[in-house]
């Protein structure tokens, strides 16, 4: 069975300082050097210690696992879209998608008939035949069309580079037949901007259709064979 030793102290000193530590260094050397003697006191405190060594590293170590985690949950939370952020990029690949299919549509899209040529909302079709001008009105209401009206400058000068590249009179949808002198259009509208040659019309000869020439218009017998232009709107490209 252990004894226990209970070594002789030196005098009690109340030295503190070096003293103190060389006094305590001196008995544990005693200590370490007595045989079979066992201090009960200094073990149950040296147990005490590491025990609450061992408890303080567990709970630091518990906390840090928290801190961790309550950081990952933060970081993950703060990368997660929120249900607007989701609304919104659903919204945005859904206007990608219709804008493509826009431009998918309107590539494939026509707004005139084949050989008919578009310009400004509009659809023009330059005959390849001849034909006096009421035949000409016909040829174009049946299509469902008109004889041309021209409203602007610029119109005037887009329906001229077709006269540059053929060469060729054409009937315009302008005539003084009902009432000499005043010209209206096919619609019954009458005239407001023209483009005569100088001197025209002269009526020279009962002239009462114009035609249109690469310097402007002129004033014809109704019965003369000329080449014609068609008109009608254009037809809307489909859009979602």
């Not at 001196?26 to 210690?49: A, E, I, Q």
């Not at 309107?106 to 035949?129: D, I, K, M, N, V």
Request: proline share 5%; with cysteine; hydrophobic share 35%.
């Amino acid at each position: 069975m252990a004894e226990i030793c209970d070594p002789k102290e030196p005098e009690e000193k109340t030295w503190t300082g070096p003293v103190l530590v060389e006094r305590d260094l001196g008995l544990l050397r005693r200590l370490r050097n007595s045989p079979g003697c066992l201090t009960w006191p200094l073990l149950l405190l040296l147990l005490f210690v590491s025990l609450g060594f061992f408890m303080l590293l567990v709970t630091t170590l518990v906390q840090v696992s928290r801190i961790h985690q309550s950081l990952q949950r933060e970081r993950e939370t703060s990368r997660r879209p929120t249900a607007q952020e989701k609304i919104q990029s659903s919204l945005d690949k859904f206007l990608q998608q219709m804008t493509w299919m826009n431009a998918t549509l309107a590539g494939l899209c026509h707004p005139c008939p084949w050989h008919w040529e578009f310009f400004q909302g509009r659809c023009y079709l330059f005959s390849q035949t001849q034909s006096d001008w009421k035949s000409s009105l016909s040829a174009c209401k049946d299509i469902g069309a008109q004889l041309v009206i021209i409203n602007s400058t610029a119109e005037q000068k887009f329906l001229k580079s077709w006269y540059v590249r053929y060469n060729k009179a054409t009937w315009i949808g302008l005539s003084d037949d009902t009432n000499e002198g005043s010209w209206q259009w096919v619609d019954n509208s009458p005239l407001q901007l023209s483009f005569w040659k100088e001197g025209e019309p002269n009526n020279h000869g009962d002239e009462d259709c114009a035609e249109l020439h690469n310097d402007g218009w002129n004033d014809s017998k109704c019965t003369v064979e000329n080449a014609w232009i068609c008109e009608k709107p254009s037809s809307p490209c489909p859009m979602l």
